[in-house]
């Protein structure tokens, strides 16, 4: 690789710090003449705290990705730049700005790449370099992926040990739903496959164990996706985590046939169901068939014994309550380790502000207020339910315990209710785990759901598992006779 430049310095405003910047890495990688300086930050940092590591650096370029997480962070680091480092030009992309090219934080920068940066970001700094004119708004002509650089020396040893690695083997989706910027390009495009197994071979050899794949719809790829996955059972380790992103009704038997070698676990798997509804999906454009996909759901989870995430999300157009919640208890019965529900948003650029009856927040992360099938009133009970249900049951630290409070034929009846007890008793967010405990401890006994023993003794099992805290809280202990 190139030397690193410090005057060309790259920001990248992750979720976490667990997250590492795969865009960022991208376009390290592919600058010819000299290699940026990364510059990775988490969104929890204050505007002021980010901008001082910029000033420390004093860089002559300033490339910023801006994402839906991070738009508001940017929006205020932007303009101390522009004040107080009048010297560095500032160059915005990501798909964030892409869409967005008459806003005030697209204004206040010197260039917006619009689209796929890796090739055209040398020629711009380059220009700059130079002293040559640069036009305000540029946009990127899609690379030919066969051409560009895999990132894999631009992560480090601490991020082989410490953060995600994310691998990247095509661009582009198949679909074209309404509420998303993948239905703005056109198809799917693919790295060469000999690449993308070098890469990966590179990055097994330094250490890499956990892999998480960005593809949009990994198992469409067919004799592709087969061919990446025996790479990684060929390796036959027990400690390989293996994140993919599928569309559960289109598993052929060949990628079935190879994914129930894996050992229990190693596969982590995340779909996109988004809603049961036939519907709805027509509506949204989105080509699916709700049964198959449940059944793969189902498979994926008592056959390929992989960790399962399934997506649903409240407030697409058409999407009523009950019609919502039918499809939740339908995904829940196929039993995915998580399900995650989400409220729609609307991105910019996406066609949602078409649909009729469509009301959203102005400001990121632009999520819906009501929609033409749900009020207010509806979207703030699913946020409820879905806030109560990401801390109860997807983070499983309850899991005997909440096996009692989910056995009932109305799963959202039931945790609906222990949902609004959790909400009168300690609010939406922040709730510990003794608080939890107590709750479903005062919620299965109040309800008659199982006998008084049986909820101790599957709260005891719960709290002290793992080699979590030994002290069970209070209202567990033998009292003294």
């Not at 049964?291 to 999300?313: K, N, S």
Request: aromatic share 8%; hydrophobic share 40%; glycine share 4%.
């Amino acid at each position: 690789m190139p030397p690193v430049d410090s005057n060309l310095v790259i920001l990248a405003i992750n979720a976490r710090y667990s997250h590492s910047s795969l865009a960022a890495r991208s376009l390290m990688a592919n600058m010819q003449h000299a290699r940026p300086l990364l510059l990775e930050c988490e969104i929890k940092q204050t505007p002021q705290a980010i901008f001082t590591k910029i000033a420390q650096l004093e860089p002559s370029i300033l490339a910023i990705s801006v994402y839906i997480w991070n738009r508001q962070l940017v929006d205020q680091i932007v303009p101390l730049v522009r004040e107080n480092l009048p010297q560095t030009k500032i160059i915005l992309g990501g798909p964030e700005i892409t869409y967005d090219t008459q806003s005030s934080l697209a204004n206040e920068a010197d260039c917006v790449i619009c689209g796929e940066a890796e090739e055209i970001l040398p020629k711009i700094c380059e220009n700059i370099a130079n002293g040559k004119p640069v036009a305000h708004i540029q946009h990127a002509t899609p690379p030919n992926l066969a051409k560009l650089a895999f990132p894999t020396e631009a992560y480090t040893d601490q991020d082989l040990l410490h953060r995600n690695i994310y691998i990247e083997t095509s661009r582009g989706c198949p679909c074209a739903c309404s509420f998303c910027l993948s239905s703005l390009t056109c198809g799917v495009r693919y790295y060469p496959l000999d690449t993308v197994l070098a890469h990966l071979e590179k990055l097994y050899r330094r250490g890499a164990r956990h892999f998480r794949f960005v593809d949009r719809s990994f198992n469409l790829a067919g004799k592709r996706a087969v061919q990446i996955l025996q790479f990684f059972e060929q390796k036959r380790r027990d400690d390989l985590f293996i994140h993919l992103e599928v569309v559960p009704e289109f598993l052929f038997q060949n990628l079935r046939d190879l994914m129930v070698r894996f050992p229990p676990g190693s596969l982590h798997i995340e779909t996109g169901i988004q809603s049961l509804s036939p519907e709805v999906l027509q509506r949204i454009n989105r080509p699916a068939n709700p049964e198959a996909a449940l059944e793969g759901i189902h498979w994926l989870t008592h056959q390929a014994h992989a960790t399962v995430h399934a997506d649903l999300i409240a407030g697409l157009p058409g999407e009523t309550l009950h019609s919502f919640i039918a499809g939740f208890e339908k995904l829940y019965r196929t039993g995915p380790a998580e399900i995650q529900l989400g409220c729609l948003k609307h991105l910019p650029g996406t066609k949602l502000h078409q649909e009729p009856g469509m009301r959203f927040h102005k400001n990121p992360p632009y999520q819906v207020i009501a929609s033409d099938a749900m009020s207010p009133a509806d979207l703030d009970q699913v946020h409820r339910f879905a806030s109560h249900w990401e801390r109860v049951i997807n983070r499983n630290h309850f899991p005997h315990t909440t096996k009692l409070l989910l056995q009932s034929p109305n799963i959202w009846h039931t945790f609906n209710a222990f949902s609004l007890t959790l909400e009168r008793q300690h609010g939406r967010y922040g709730i510990g785990l003794v608080e939890i405990a107590h709750e479903l401890y005062a919620f299965l006994n109040a309800n008659h759901i199982a006998a008084t023993e049986t909820i101790r003794a599957a709260l005891e099992q719960d709290y002290l598992a793992e080699g979590r805290r030994m002290n069970l809280p209070a209202f567990l202990r033998p009292r003294a006779r």
